[in-house]
């Protein structure tokens, strides 16, 4: 448990030496504001480009203020899940790789507390960053356009939390098991493209974790929560505690494998 | 096209943020001992490309050690 | 301290540690003498705990976890570059076991004694090799293990740096029993009283440093004269079986004969001009040769 602490506070502090703590927070700010502020510039951004002849006439889909936050889930799904694979796929094998971790496994340093202080201040990072995406997004959404229901915005932030954990956890877990390289290919490959399969042939089954970002959608723009929320979420946290329990045992197999 | 107070209020966190962004990006850069490619190339990329440039920086940029 | 028996390691279809089989004592640097690719680190990481061995046993007799009585020090030690020097060995001492307050001591006092006590809130990235090498030093010897095991410890140091680390690790004798990897073979002349070398992953010869040299040792005594007309004069007027090289006249010995003695007092009857009368013994570097260039 001790070493758990001093290592978490060691984890802790490598995020704030390489400024992560700040530049994390303020790109997913950037991703939440970019989507409210571009749908509400739209008009102006059309004619200050100025190539539209005259007469032409643009109508701007209705738009409302859940719909922004719908938005920001999108840029949250494509580039802010690449961000959180890209900064953890070496969680576990860059340091065995550079030999830093060598010095670590000499020690009665147990491999849980190895893995589980590097993934707890991930977890972290990643609950604040989705934090700060809908905060911005939500914050404009208000000033904006008004009337957002801020009970759905909060379950949609608990409910994305949970399915960004899936991803990083899963990326952990992987670092643990194989190399920098594959560990990103295979997080990347599974969760870019099954989003991508899940949304198109998703249909045929009622069960999956990839269902939970569009049910948290379907839950903020006010449509009625789906049976399925339940299962899926139960399905999340288990393929979490899956990934814990792979990851820590891959640390531990993959001692042997840190550069001497 | 007319640029109001109101208007500039509301984008100019936008840019508050990415200019923190950019500072924290180009400190850590004088800083950090190797990068993947040249230096003076992300000097380039952080500073002319707009929003992506600091993100491509911390993300795939920086060499952790 | 310890004792290893049989250790061996397979790699795939290599074998890279053979059959090998040792026992350290107490309070004395042993030296783990090899060509590259001897298997010299592999033995060392499976000491350390790194390798899980693919066959034999390490015996310690001492039943806490091995991992607290042993100090490792690989060939290039990786640190987190962004830690201070302080920072770094004392959450290394706080992983060893250590409350915080006595953490913060024993950095203190390991960095004093490695002598980067001033550049304790300097960050790694900044160090030199020599300086890396010292903090290794430190966070090795930080929670007084009962052995230190190094890889190449003086290997990528300039001589100053070479200098410094074995005093330090003559030093750290006192204390502790080492065992280190070298090829640089003057150096463990001058530092190690047990030698172990290794070759293709097996221990091809071991013990003491004197016994080794005593085996290996082809007897001679060496009179250097002035002149090399002298050394000939000298060798075709003698009864004993001498060799003649330039100036110097080689005398073989046999079962002990001629002592010393004997070839001092007929030199002392002879008009010679004699510049030096030595016991040649063989450098550790000639015996290495010899015994790894055996069957090469």
């Not at chain 1, 789906?226 to 329990?245: F, H, K, R």
Request: glycine share 6%; net charge neutral.
């Amino acid at each position: 448990m001790r070493n758990y602490i001093v290592l978490c506070q060691k984890e802790w502090r490598e995020h704030v030496r390489n400024y992560r703590i700040i530049w994390l927070p303020l790109v997913f700010l950037l991703l939440g504001m970019m989507d409210p502020l571009t749908y509400y510039f739209m008009d102006d951004i059309l004619k200050s480009v100025g190539n539209l002849p005259d007469g032409m006439q643009i109508t701007m889909p209705d738009v409302g203020a859940s719909d922004m936050i719908v938005s920001t889930a999108g840029q949250l799904q494509s580039i802010g899940m690449v961000i959180f694979i890209a900064i953890y796929c070496s969680a576990i094998s860059g340091e065995r790789k550079n030999g830093t971790a060598t010095l670590l496994y000499v020690r009665p340093v147990s491999s849980r507390a190895i893995f589980l202080s590097k993934w707890t201040v991930a977890a972290m990072m990643t609950c604040v960053g989705v934090f700060c995406s809908v905060l911005a997004s939500s914050y404009y959404a208000e000033v904006l356009y008004g009337g957002l229901n801020w009970q759905d915005v909060i379950v949609f932030y608990i409910l994305y939390s949970v399915w960004m954990l899936v991803v990083i956890t899963f990326t952990f877990a992987m670092s643990a098991l194989t190399t920098t390289a594959i560990a990103a290919t295979i997080s990347l490959i599974l969760f870019v493209i099954g989003s991508m399969a899940d949304a198109l042939i998703g249909t045929y089954w009622t069960y999956s974790p990839f269902k939970l970002p569009s049910y948290a959608v379907d839950i903020v723009r006010g449509a009625e929560v789906p049976d399925a929320l339940w299962m899926t979420c139960m399905i999340c946290i288990a393929l979490i505690l899956l990934s814990l329990v792979l990851g820590i045992y891959c640390t531990h197999k993959n001692r042997q494998q840190t550069t001497v | 096209m007319e640029i109001s107070t109101e208007t500039l209020l509301l984008i100019a966190p936008l840019f508050i943020v990415q200019i923190i962004l950019m500072v924290i990006a180009l400190l850590d850069l004088r800083k950090v001992a190797a990068t993947r490619g040249p230096k003076w190339m992300w000097v380039l990329i952080i500073v002319f490309i707009n929003m992506v440039g600091p993100i491509l920086y911390f993300v795939i940029g920086r060499k952790a050690v | 301290m310890m004792d290893i028996q049989s250790l061996t390691k397979v790699f795939g279809a290599q074998t890279v540690v053979d059959n090998v089989s040792f026992t350290l004592v107490p309070h004395t640097i042993t030296a783990l003498i090899g060509p590259n690719g001897a298997g010299k680190t592999t033995t060392l990481s499976m000491l350390a705990g790194l390798l899980p061995p693919t066959s034999g046993h390490i015996h310690v007799e001492d039943p806490t976890p091995l991992q607290q009585q042993i100090g490792f020090l690989p060939q290039y030690p990786k640190f987190f570059e962004w830690m201070t020097a302080f920072e770094y060995v004392e959450m290394m001492g706080k992983l060893s076991g250590f409350t915080n307050i006595e953490a913060m001591q024993r950095a203190h006092e390991v960095l004093a004694y490695v002598g980067l006590l001033d550049a304790k809130t300097k960050r790694i990235g900044s160090f030199s090799g020599g300086m890396k090498q010292r903090l290794g030093i430190a966070q090795a010897i930080l929670h007084r293990p009962k052995l230190l095991i190094l890889d190449e410890p003086v290997s990528a140091l300039d001589p100053l740096g070479r200098k410094t680390m074995m005093n330090l690790l003559q030093d750290l004798q006192q204390t502790t029993t080492i065992l280190y990897s070298t090829h640089i073979l003057h150096d463990a002349e001058f530092l190690a009283e047990h030698v172990l070398f290794m070759k293709d992953g097996r221990l091809v010869e071991q013990g003491t440093l004197a016994a080794v040299q005593q085996k290996f040792e082809a007897p001679h005594i060496i009179i250097t004269f002035a002149q090399a007309d002298e050394a000939r004069q000298f060798a075709s007027q003698s009864t004993m079986p001498i060799a003649v090289d330039e100036r110097r006249a080689i005398i073989d010995v046999q079962q002990g004969k001629p002592t010393m003695q004997y070839v001092l007092e007929h030199l002392a009857q002879s008009p010679f001009d004699i510049e030096k009368v030595e016991h040649a013994r063989l450098t550790l570097e000639e015996i290495f040769v010899k015994v790894v260039g055996q069957d090469a």
